[in-house]
């Protein structure tokens, strides 16, 4: 039982370079989210999926885009990146239906030159 | 929208005292309030949770309070011992949907 997977770990892209973050759960979750944290900042929620085939814009989706094909990944893409999206980036899931914990992943530093 | 203001940034306690976070949130239909913390380099991990029809929750050396009126809630962490330190966060929020809007953190330093 891994609980919630991200891969990468670590990446530098070039900026105009696109990519694509893996976050992968075990625990049969309806909900997953990704979101980045920045210095000094708390965790910003960027695209948020509530089930398999569904995503909604977060707080700060701009230059990201989301799939959930299969209910255990979520993907998310940067078509173009730019500095700015230098962060780390976080994956998290948990269960439908009530309030409760959200898992997350380890966590994916990005950073764009 | 929602917004969660986290005071203090940065707070140093010698081990064994009491430490006391406090946030405070703008919407009043926020019902949720989860309090994770963040050891360097690893991810978010909840260490205690409030839903707004309970005033003050108690789990071994970590509180919790809330006052829905003054729209406030703050972590008491009691005894605090060096593996406490840390970087504390609390978040809001409403729905079933679970947008955490998370406040910006405080590092906790437990000096020896």
């Known amino acids: 039982n891994a609980g919630v997977t991200q891969t990468p770990k670590f990446r530098v892209l070039k900026t105009g370079q696109s990519m694509t973050l893996l976050c992968a759960q075990d625990?049969?979750?309806?909900?997953m989210y990704w979101y980045r944290q920045d210095p000094g900042m708390g965790l910003r929620l960027i695209h948020y999926s509530v089930g398999e085939g569904t995503t909604a814009k977060g707080e700060v989706p701009d230059g990201y885009n989301v799939s959930r094909l299969k209910k255990q990944n979520f993907l998310l893409g940067l078509e173009s990146a730019a500095p700015s999206q230098t962060s780390v980036y976080f994956c998290?899931?948990?269960?439908?239906?009530?309030?409760?914990?959200?898992?997350f992943g380890q966590g994916t530093r990005l950073t764009v030159v | 929208g929602e917004n969660v203001e986290q005071h203090p940034s940065t707070l140093s306690v010698q081990e064994g005292d009491s430490a006391v976070i406090k946030c405070t949130y703008s919407d009043s239909a926020s019902n949720y309030f989860p309090w994770y913390k963040q050891e360097l380099g690893k991810r978010p991990q909840l260490i205690i949770d409030i839903r707004s029809n309970v005033g003050e929750k108690k789990d071994q050396r970590i509180a919790v309070t809330l006052n829905k009126t003054a729209k406030h809630f703050s972590l008491h962490i009691t005894e605090t011992q060096p593996e406490d330190s840390a970087v504390y966060f609390c978040a809001a929020s409403k729905g079933s949907n679970y947008q955490l809007i998370w406040g910006a953190g405080t590092k906790l330093i437990i000096k020896p």
């Open positions: 625990m049969n979750h309806e909900y």
């Open positions: 998290a899931s948990r269960y439908e239906g009530r309030v409760t914990e959200a898992f």
